[in-house]
């Protein structure tokens, strides 16, 4: 269990088209419920949720973006710095041209505005309950041309793989802001045993160089 006085804060956006299910999925692990109909999210919202993490506690700060193109713009204020990205995809989309074309635009948005080098990307499967497309992980992984991400399927209406989706996400980034955390410490810590040589000056006064 962590003696650490301070809660450290794990950041995580979520992107992708509107309408993918990107609230639903906030609305489901946040607050345990499925709205059939959910009002498109205007910019961006915001979610926090206090979580354990093998008796470490943390908060989980939770974007979630607006899909719409005239929103596009605002998009990278939000995702930057941040140590977790889902980036999802409709599994109802009847056109495969679409989802690459969609996976392409957001991916290129992450290489290019998210400064975060240790970040985690993690693929997210929406709407896996009412699902058009048939094809299995490794199809879509050929489909897309995506073999480093982790890969997860998910139905915010039947509460499926919601849970292990945030859980591994929070879990895999905590140790990377623990390092973060601690890479900060050292450096403030040799600041101050390092500070500023003294030396003695003949006029028996001190002088800083």
Known sequence: MSD??????IKCVILGEANVGK????????????????????????????IDIDGTKYKLDVWDTAGQEK?????PMYYRNAD??????DLTE?????????YNYWTSQISKHSDNPNRIVVLVGTKQD????SMTEEQIRE????????????????????????QYAAKTASSIVDEREKQIIDTARNNLTIGNPII??????YSCC
Request: charged share 20%.
């Open 4 to 9: 650490r006085l301070t809660t450290l804060h």
């Open 94 to 102: 009847r056109n495969q041209s679409r989802l690459i074309e969609n």
């Open 143 to 166: 489909l897309l041309k995506e073999n480093d991400y982790k890969y997860f399927e998910t139905s915010s209406k039947s509460n499926t793989g919601i849970t292990e989706l945030f």
């Open 71 to 75: 929103y596009r713009g605002l998009m």
């Open 23 to 50: 609230t639903s999925l906030i609305t489901r692990y946040f607050y345990g419920k499925f709205h059939q109909f959910c009002e498109s999210t205007i910019g961006c919202s915001f979610s926090n949720k206090a």
């Open 84 to 89: 977790i990205v889902f980036l999802c995809i």
């Open 200 to 205: 003695k000056q003949s006029g028996g006064g």
């Open 130 to 133: 009412h699902r058009l497309q």
